[in-house]
């Protein structure tokens, strides 16, 4: 059997919407966009929703709507993917990184804390970016309340959670999208929704919202998006120097037709974690399955399994590849910031400044996990991961010469 990582989830009605759009003589940035950040917005639960062509567009238009220049200094998770940080060195600002909880393996608030006041002195610390790690959002009341501590503006790198949600200590659930200044989410190929390509991002301030827009097509003035239409004026300033970031129609058909069906595809997901969670639990003795924390709905977006490497002949690399020979394909989310030859060479982090991401990263294997993935190709990945480890149980490596 062959088990991708990812399967997209596109039917008829996605085909439909491009094919619309395709007639429609408007291909790009247009009134369906724009219909896709309102019902975006009103899914979150946001105020506002810019729609841009990727999550990392909509980080880096974050900070730079949240006034992040030259010099600041930007709080940002070592594990995390490339984009959380190289965002902030987009705008010539310093990400520090954070360690991580060992748990959720998010930002760790009490590291975010320690970081903060390491870096106060001087006022160029500006913003944190927790990053919400395969779908289960961060602790984000106890790190907005160290943001306000610190005078920090708290962005989220939502790419993982369409939809999840928190609860508060007085039991409010909160949407992913509605717990810091700016959040950002990716449609990427692979993402809980998809345009193949795209992002979003959302905040209730109405003035960064404008600025993102704004930006997001390259500093021209309002509602220069249209000027090729017979209501649009052809009359437009450049009030700054922005970017190309706006998104084409033909991907906002995709993304509301997608909008329509995020909670099946939430269900979907919490059906295949469910399965794997039953699954791999007989093989506890060899990998640890990601849980839901009290207070915490994932949106599944990685179903990340730690390997007890103590128990294996083999490593994380090989385990990989011998589900492989079995048709299978992993991932791995991540090897963090702080191991990277940019961030070693650039601001001399060593592996043990993060103990607890540079301790988890060699264990980490993410599943497949995907809307509509069938039960029998679950069944057959922990059937795989269970012979993979009994085959490697450290319990058979032939005895030591001398002994
Ligand atoms: C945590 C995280 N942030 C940001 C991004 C960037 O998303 P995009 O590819 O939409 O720019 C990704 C992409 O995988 C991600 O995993």
Known sequence: MNVPYFRPSIGEQERAAVNGVLDSGWLTTGYLTRRFETAFAAYTGARHAVAV???????HLALEAAGIREGDI???????FAATAEVVRYLGARPVLVDCDPVTLCADPEAMWQTARTWAAGGRLKAMMPMHYGGQMADVFRLKA??????????????????????DAEGNWHAAGTTAAITCFSFYA?????????????????????????MSLHGLSKNAWNRFEAKGSWYYEI????????????????????????ERFWQQRREVAARYEAGLTEWSEYVQTPREIAGRKSSWHLYPIRLHLNRLSIDRAQFIEELKQRGITCSV???????????????????????VASAEW???ISLPIFPGMRGEEVDYVCRSIGEVA??????????????
């Not at 930007?74 to 995390?80: G, K, N």
């Not at 009030?239 to 995020?262: H, P």
Request: include cysteine.
């Open 74 to 80: 930007v709080l940002v998770p070592a594990m995390t």
């Open 190 to 214: 692979n993402k809980c929704i998809t345009t193949g390509e795209g992002g979003m991002l959302v905040t209730d301030d109405e003035q960064i919202a404008g600025r993102a827009q704004m």
């Open 53 to 59: 062509n990727s999550c990392t567009a909509a980080l």
């Open 333 to 355: 989310h991540w090897m963090p910031l702080h191991l990277h030859p940019y961030y070693r060479r650039t601001y001399g982090y060593r592996v043990e400044d993060f103990p």
């Open 239 to 262: 009030v700054d120097a922005g970017f190309k970031y706006n998104l084409t129609d033909i991907a906002s058909a995709i993304g509301l037709a997608q909008l329509e069906k995020a």
């Open 362 to 364: 060699p264990r980490l």
């Open 390 to 403: 009994a085959a490697h149980h450290r319990g058979t490596l032939p005895a030591p010469a001398c002994a």
């Open 146 to 167: 160290i943001a306000d501590e610190f005078g920090m503006t708290m962005i989220e790198d939502a790419a993982h959670t369409l939809p999840a949600h928190i609860q």
